[in-house]
């Protein structure tokens, strides 16, 4: 993902949300919001050129998202893909702040990411390689291509949206689609500066990006119900911002509370 808000024990209906967008190139080949034929109990998009994904959820009711660290110097041409943390935690009986403490030993290893990682009860947080690991206390939380809650224009303007949307009653799917279908750039004295041409800052400060060659691929929202429901709802764009599908899978989490709990 490149756009992320998670709200942890903040709506009454659900222990957990998660709203956001998978910016890459058009022309990387992926495929759609599944369960994984060779790991059935994982139900997520698939990046056919690395074979990981940027977020996923199993039949426990675990969630897991990734996002890119962008910044110069990060990219390790050599580092395993960061897309293989998502099942990696998914196929893992850890609990959340466990494995993240372990993966936070090792983030080195990687270019930069932020993880997110869901048991059923805790949402933890991995940022490598130098941000280290946490649980996130309840609350609503920003996420892009920097460390969690850096106040990037695009983060603040749809946490703040989707956290009002919280407050108002009953919580669809639909209504948090809208909310992330923002194409509005940030002000020039508002981008942030990550070592890209302005002209790319520009470009990448929209929450949703349409560009012939890089722009937002798909926008998913997980909502995780008090009641153990899983709902997973993809909708995947062409370059131009279009829906050109879109997927809805729901399920009762196998079991409740952490995986090693």
Not at 22 to 39: G, K, T, V
């Amino acid at each position: 993902m490149c756009l992320l808000v998670a709200a942890v024990d903040v709506h009454p209906d659900y222990r957990l949300v998660l709203a956001g967008h998978r910016d890459e190139f058009h022309a990387r080949p992926a495929s759609a919001l599944a369960w994984w034929e060779e790991a059935p109990g994982i139900l997520a998009g698939r990046d056919l050129e690395a074979g990981g994904t940027w977020l996923g959820a199993d039949r426990r009711g675990r969630v897991s998202v990734v996002t890119n660290y962008r910044a110069p110097g990060s990219l390790r041409p050599d580092a395993p893909s960061r897309g293989l943390l998502v099942p990696r935690f998914l196929a893992s009986d850890l609990p959340a702040a466990e494995f993240m403490a372990r993966l936070a030993g090792e983030a080195a290893a990687y270019s930069g990411f932020n993880l997110l990682a869901w048991d059923g009860a805790t949402l933890a947080y991995c940022g490598g390689p130098d941000a280290g690991a946490r649980t996130l206390p309840p609350g609503v939380y920003g996420l892009s291509n920097a460390r969690l809650d850096t106040p990037w224009s695009k983060v603040t303007r749809v946490r703040d949206r989707v956290s009002r949307l919280l407050e108002a009653g009953p919580l669809h799917a639909d209504r948090l689609f809208r909310i992330l279908d923002d194409r509005q750039v940030a002000p020039d004295d508002q981008l942030p500066e990550t070592g890209l041409d302005i002209e790319l800052e520009r470009l990448l400060s929209a929450p949703l990006i349409v560009s012939e060659q890089y722009g937002t691929r798909c926008t998913t929202v997980v909502l995780v119900g008090r009641d153990s429901t899983v709902q997973v709802v993809e909708r995947r764009l062409a370059p131009d911002g279009s829906t050109v599908g879109r997927t809805r899978m729901a399920f009762q989490a196998a079991r409740h509370g952490t995986a090693g709990g």
